[in-house]
């Protein structure tokens, strides 16, 4: 079946170090994006990438890097920048400038520091 | 990107009870969005509005397309405790990049059993 897997669905990260947020679809999507959402709150986007080998930053990029060097995979690396990175990431994919149609999300990461 | 308000921010029901909850915008949409996401979990599409005026069914779920292309509403009939979840509302924008998503802040369900 086609679909959106990220990993890993928990992950621990202590004070100071990067960490990498898997992102894998075989959907033969175009665009891939990430967005961040905090307790109650909606979903405010961080990358996204429409073609491989080519990213934008959205709303808040600060603190986050991404690469896209496959059309099937967008992993997300929180790095050592980003001052409150606790918080549900959610990654997602569409066919390229047809959003009509809407996203196809995956199952998100809860990225806790501790 | 394009702002989009969504009404009431939460909600807590009696199992059983009609729901309404709408997204309102100051621009104009081509295609209206709804999402349920279920906690711990990413957003799931629930019904598609592409047409102003057009009223969509999805089981217990009716979505509506506001004939101003400024709002869309979505209500739920004889809620069960499975509707827990967040509603997001979203509409597609033109920016440099292409054709984007924008989302609404969402809407809470509760629901009492």
């Known amino acids: 079946d086609g679909g959106i897997t990220q990993s890993p669905k928990y992950l621990f990260r202590k004070e100071g170090q990067n960490v990498t947020l898997s992102c894998e679809q075989n959907?033969?999507?175009?665009?891939m994006y990430w967005y961040r959402q905090d307790p109650g709150q909606g979903l405010r986007l961080i990358y996204y990438?429409?073609?491989?080998?080519?990213?934008q930053k959205g709303d808040i990029a600060e603190g986050y890097s991404v690469s896209r060097e496959k059309k099937e995979s967008f992993p997300l690396t929180v790095t050592s920048a980003q001052k409150n990175p606790t918080a549900f990431y959610l990654c997602?994919?569409?066919?390229?400038?047809?959003?009509?149609?809407?996203?196809?999300f995956g199952s998100g990461t809860r990225l806790t520091v501790v | 990107g394009q702002q989009l308000n969504q009404s009431p921010q939460s909600m807590f029901i009696q199992e059983g009870e009609d729901v309404s909850m709408n997204c309102t915008s100051s621009s104009i949409f081509n295609t209206w969005l709804w999402y349920k996401q279920d906690p711990g979990e990413g957003p799931v599409l629930l019904i598609a509005?592409?047409?102003?005026?057009e009223l969509t069914s999805n089981g217990r779920l009716t979505a509506q397309f506001g004939i101003t292309r400024k709002d869309s509403f979505l209500n739920i009939s004889a809620s069960i405790p499975s509707d827990v979840g967040i509603y997001f509302c979203?509409?597609?924008?033109?920016?440099?990049?292409?054709?984007?998503?924008?989302f609404g802040g969402g809407t809470r369900l509760m629901v009492k059993p």
């Open positions: 990438s429409q073609i491989v080998n080519d990213f």
């Open positions: 509005l592409y047409k102003a005026g």
């Open positions: 959907l033969n999507h175009d665009a």
């Open positions: 979203a509409g597609p924008y033109l920016n440099n990049a292409g054709n984007m998503l924008t």
């Open positions: 997602a994919s569409s066919i390229v400038a047809d959003a009509n149609y809407g996203y196809t």
